[in-house]
């Protein structure tokens, strides 16, 4: 996603559909119980950080 992001001049911003997993649709950085951290939370602190 960043990646694509980066290749694509007309792609202005991304945006995160949700912090917290769980549910019918878990796309989140972090786990149900909002204490586990998913792989891809470190790739998008990485990519904010800079």
Request: proline share 4%; glycine share 12%.
């Amino acid at each position: 996603m960043l990646r694509l992001a980066r290749l694509s001049p007309r792609i202005e911003r991304l945006y995160i559909y949700s912090w917290t997993g769980g549910g019918s649709f878990d796309a989140g950085l972090t786990g149900a119980n909002s204490t586990s951290l998913r792989p891809a939370y470190q790739v998008v602190r990485d990519a904010l950080a800079g």
